[in-house]
């Protein structure tokens, strides 16, 4: 069965450091998310792309955080300068349509900021 | 802005219970998401629905439209159905495809 895979599972990071969170949506899905969980919150909607660019972001979403897909395949989530607050677990989602379609979510990726 | 309410908050059962599950909406949608997460955190889809209702397993999920309410069955629980359920749901308007979530509850059945 096709899934979203997301790498690394784990990262631990300087407070201050770039990171890049790593997506491979399911290959015929058009939609693409990332989404983050704070620990003991709920999930919360960061931003969504379609078409190559940017459709929707949250206010969560500000010019630290940029998302890229560099080669057709893969999704990346980058944050340019990390904060203690930034530490959650990152879930990209894909979904072939905007709507009324089944959403796919990835493993999630718990970054800790230290 | 839709917000999602769920209830109860918590929610311990004895094994081969009946268990429901509440979410509520305040905004028109387009599709509801039932979601299960695990300790360790992934997420998996359960059910997307539009309207009526939809049953895989021992999973039962239904909408009230105009209500604006769903809920999530689970006939003879079992240990293994011990998760957080999560509610989500997309908006009817505009180009907002995203999911707004809900806080989740937390299912423990006991053996």
């Known amino acids: 069965e096709p899934e979203v895979t997301q790498t690394p599972s784990h990262q631990v990071t300087q407070m201050g450091q770039e990171v890049i969170l790593r997506c491979v949506p399911i290959s015929n899905h058009l939609y693409f998310y990332w989404y983050r969980q704070i620990l003991g919150q709920k999930v919360e909607f960061l931003v969504s792309?379609?078409?190559?660019?940017?459709?929707?972001k949250s206010e969560i979403f500000d010019d630290q955080f940029s998302v890229e897909r560099p080669d057709g395949s893969n999704f990346t989530l980058k944050i340019r300068s990390t904060k203690l607050e930034d530490s959650a677990m990152y879930f990209c989602?894909?979904?072939?349509?905007?709507?009324?379609?089944?959403?796919?979510f990835g493993q999630g990726t718990r970054l800790t900021v230290v | 802005k839709n917000e999602v309410e769920q209830s109860p908050q918590n929610l311990t059962a004895q094994e081969g219970e009946f268990i429901t599950i509440n979410c509520s909406y305040s905004v028109g949608i387009s599709a509801l998401h039932w979601l299960q997460q695990h300790p360790g955190g992934g997420i998996v889809s359960l059910f997307m629905l539009s309207s009526g209702k939809k049953k895989h397993g021992r999973l039962i999920a239904t909408i009230n439209i105009q209500e604006k309410h769903s809920s999530l069955h689970i006939t003879a629980s079992h240990p293994r159905d011990s998760a957080v359920y999560i509610c989500a749901v997309r908006s009817k308007t505009g180009a907002n495809s995203k999911l707004t979530f809900g806080k989740g509850i937390t299912l423990s059945v006991r053996p």
């Open positions: 989602a894909s979904s072939e349509g905007r709507v009324e379609t089944e959403a796919f």
């Open positions: 792309f379609y078409n190559n660019e940017i459709s929707e």
